[in-house]
């Protein structure tokens, strides 16, 4: 009965230990970047799925959403899976999809980063500047942050969600 009791209480203190780092790493994260988004507070409403699971990956996109809602004036939801159906209610202007076998991190927008208006285009690449550092952290798994330019797979992905209604179309960020 011991041994089960000291396994118990290692757990907990591995579990304590770990919030604690990830609070102390969210604030550093805040603390860099609000500074460099303080002047302009885009409006954005975003969608974070994440298909992981993982309790580090869930961690990390807390983070990502806290210093989002932080930084922006978002709207943030978050589900775990890519929806298989036409989206009834009101779409998003970004969505972030960490998928479960990819070491990545997709920034789905309905138009391409050189196509989005300049004062928007700012805002996106703060976005994602927030994004790389959070999911580059020494501390959890690494995953590099990829647009629908980087790559076919959140390409793909941005088309099926605009298409059936998940994701704004070209030119509408907000």
């Given amino acids: 009965m011991s041994e089960i009791k000291r396994q118990y209480c290692s757990l907990i203190t591995i579990s304590l230990l770990t919030v604690l780092l990830v609070i102390t790493l969210g604030l550093t994260v805040q603390g860099e970047d609000q500074e460099a988004n303080q002047e302009t507070r885009e409006s954005i409403s975003i969608l974070i799925i994440d298909q992981t699971g993982s309790f580090a990956t869930s961690m990390q996109t807390e983070l990502l959403a806290r210093n989002l809602t932080d930084q922006l004036d978002a709207d943030i ?76 797979a959140p390409a793909a992905c941005a088309s099926y969600l605009v298409r059936y209604g998940w994701l704004k179309g070209p030119g509408n960020l907000n």
């Fill in 77 to 152: 939801q978050a589900r775990t899976d890519i929806p298989g159906k036409v989206n009834e209610g009101g779409s998003y202007g970004l969505i972030f999809v960490i998928p479960e076998r990819l070491p990545q991190v997709w920034t789905l927008t309905g138009l391409v980063p050189y196509k989005v208006p300049e004062e928007k285009r700012e805002a996106l690449e703060g976005i994602q500047k927030i994004a790389k550092k959070i999911y580059s952290q020494e501390d959890f798994p690494k995953r590099k942050v990829v647009g629908i330019i980087d790559d076919l």
